[in-house]
């Protein structure tokens, strides 16, 4: 469940949230909640308008684009941003392969906690870099 102690406990292991004190944490792990999928579930279908953003919180998800997998995200790896930043349809899909648990907030929630706290968008802005170049170095398909 959104809130417990398992969830604050792994949200806060996660680098992306490590400018947030214990009542912080508390309080984003109860604005969002758990979900559960199966190996072969589509979280995040590419060309749709996205509403949340996810942290894989344990299990593991490809991220795709047709045949090609772009990235493979597993525990305290989030995704989702893209959407929920540039107000754009998602870039890609992103399934899980894995029993995977995530925790997923919704755009409000997301935007009001960056906006709360600046800190935040450092490392994600991190990450997008990374997985930019990620993406640069890869092969052309
Ligand atoms: P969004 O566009 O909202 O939905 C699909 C998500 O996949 C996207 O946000 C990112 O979180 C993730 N994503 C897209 N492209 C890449 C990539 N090259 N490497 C890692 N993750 C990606």
């Known amino acids: 469940m959104a809130g417990s102690p398992d969830i604050t406990t792994a949200l806060a292991s996660v680098p992306f949230f490590s400018g947030l004190n214990a009542k912080q944490l508390k309080m984003v792990a109860e604005s969002g909640k758990e979900l559960s ?12 308008m996205g509403v949340g953003f996810y942290m894989v919180v344990d299990g ?3 991220v795709r684009k047709g045949s090609k997998v772009l990235a493979t995200l597993s525990k305290g790896q989030f995704f989702g941003e893209m959407s929920l930043i540039d107000e754009q349809p998602r870039s890609a899909d992103v399934v899980a392969v894995q029993p995977t648990r995530c925790f997923s907030l919704t755009t409000w929630v997301f935007s009001a906690l960056v906006k709360q706290h600046p800190e935040l968008a450092l490392p994600m802005l991190k990450e997008l870099a990374r997985r930019l170049r990620a993406a640069q170095s890869s092969p052309a398909s």
Not at 37 to 48: A, Q, W
């Open 37 to 48: 999928y199966k190996p072969g579930d589509t979280i995040v279908e590419e060309g749709t």
């Open 60 to 62: 593991k998800v490809e």
